[in-house]
């Protein structure tokens, strides 16, 4: 008869500490991790790339990876917090992703933004198909694929045969307007398919090609309004440099390209950005396999 009281004391007495000691939950968040930079390098010069990681339970370590296939072990800078690795580019690419990848000491693990490195003076590998016998059909057919004309020999650089076009899956060629927007989608000039001047005036020419989704900002020449850049070629403005900054890193300003106000119409034109949360990089660049889900 006297366990009832002794009972209840013990219920009221665990009450009252998980009261004062709530049961405190398991961290399972990574760390906040940094877009890394610079977003430049020299082929076959080695180029020392920085990135910041901060975590509570306190950052493990940090691994550089480039085009998600090499993966290079980063080291703290015990003086600036940083963390850095060296990487020498070899490969004929003159556009590689790049990002950090950290785990806390709980093992929990963030990847951080992905990012597109520029390669100067990387050898461009060009490889080219002689398809000039080839039927209209097959050529369609091999699609995706760029297309251009035989060169004649001793032309200059504004010859039709210098343009490269990409061909799309319903036998219209698309332009690039320059170099800057083909290599958001391509990182050297394989796939050349090399085709009839008769051939090549059978495709019915479509609009220009235009910049691959989240690989870059824009703005036109003469005006101070910067872009992001979404899947079908939707433009929206950047309501300010806080929110570049948020998306698209300290460096955000060296991730603008101009672009000529003739080529306005190619594009169309989407509500502002306001907020980080408005736009996902990684979302973007994953849309589109090829020019094919762009147009």
């Known amino acids: 008869m006297q366990t009832k009281p002794l009972v209840i004391m013990f219920i009221v007495f665990c009450a009252l500490f998980s009261l004062i000691h709530p049961a405190i939950a398991a961290d399972t968040t990574g760390p906040v991790v940094s877009v890394v930079s610079p977003l430049e390098a020299v082929y076959n010069v080695p180029q020392t790339f920085f990135a910041t990681a901060t975590d509570a339970s306190g950052v ?15 080291t703290l800078n015990t003086t600036t917090g940083v963390w850095q690795a060296t990487y020498t580019f070899t490969t004929e690419r003159s556009a590689n ?14 990847s951080g933004k992905s990012r597109i490195v520029s390669v ?19 050529v369609i057919a091999a699609s995706p694929v760029l297309i251009k004309t ?40 394989t796939n050349l398919h090399l085709v009839s001047s008769t051939t090549m005036s059978s495709f019915t020419l479509g609009k220009n090609v235009t910049y691959h989704p989240g690989t870059k900002m824009v703005k036109y020449q003469t005006v101070h309004t910067v872009y992001v850049v979404e899947r079908h070629g939707v433009l929206r403005p950047i309501a300010s440099e806080e929110v ?38 990684s979302e973007q660049m994953t849309s589109v396999e090829s020019i094919n889900d762009n147009i």
């Not at 100067?120 to 097959?138: K, N, Q, V």
């Open 244 to 281: 570049a900054k948020a998306i698209y890193g300290d460096n955000w300003n060296q991730q603008v390209d101009d672009i000529s106000e003739s080529f306005y119409g190619d594009y169309t034109y989407g509500d502002p950005i306001s907020s980080a949360d408005g736009f996902d990089i």
């Open 150 to 189: 035989v060169c004649p020999g001793g032309e200059d650089d504004s010859h039709p045969c210098r343009t490269v076009y990409f061909l799309d899956n319903d036998g219209k060629r698309h332009a690039f307007t320059n170099e800057k927007v083909y290599f958001t989608w391509y990182a050297d000039y």
């Open 97 to 110: 992703s790049i990002r950090a990848v950290c785990e806390d000491e709980l093992s929990n693990s963030t």
């Open 120 to 138: 100067l003076d990387a050898p461009i590998e060009t490889s080219e198909t002689d398809a000039t016998d080839w039927e209209r059909a097959e």
């Open 60 to 74: 493990a370590s940090c691994v550089l990876v480039i085009s998600s296939i090499y993966d290079t072990p980063m």
